[in-house]
C-alpha cells in the first residue's frame, strides 16, 4: 500500500525529473510485491525485502533534517552515520541475501518468476550501490 501510495503522490505532486528514479524503483517492487500477493507464493521472500525499508526510517530522517537546514548539527551526523550503518545491513546485505536465494533457488522458481525476480535484484542492487555512494559523498566526503 505504501508503494501504491507514495507513487501515486510523486505522480501528482513533483516533477517527473525530479522523481524518476523512485518512480521506477516503486515500479519494480510494486511488481515484484504483486506477484508474491497474486500468486500466494514468494511472501517469505518478499517479506524479507521489507527489511530494506527499515533504512529508509533513517533516510527520511535524513531528508527531514535537510528540509529543517540541521546539516551541521549532533543529530543529522548522528543520523549520518546509523543511516549508513543500516544501509549496509538492511539493504546491502539483505539485497546480496536475495540475489544469492534466487540464485541458489533458480530451479525450484518458474521461469517467468525468476525472470522477474533477477530483473528486479539487477536493477535494485545497482540503484542502491549508486544511492549509497551519493550519500558517502554527500554527508562524508564533502
Sequence with gaps: GYF????????CNQKLRQSWELLFHHSVVIICFGIAVVLHQYVGFALVALLVEINSIFLHLRQILL????????CYRLNSIVNLGTYVVFRIATLAWMTRWLYLNRENVPPA?????TVGM????????ILFYRLLRSDFFR
Design 67 to 74: 528540509m529543517a537546514n540541521l546539516v551541521h548539527t549532533t
Design 4 to 11: 501504491l501510495e507514495d507513487f501515486v503522490d510523486m505522480l
Design 122 to 129: 539487477a536493477i535494485m542492487t545497482p540503484m542502491n550501490i
Design 113 to 117: 518468476t525468476y525472470a522477474v525476480g
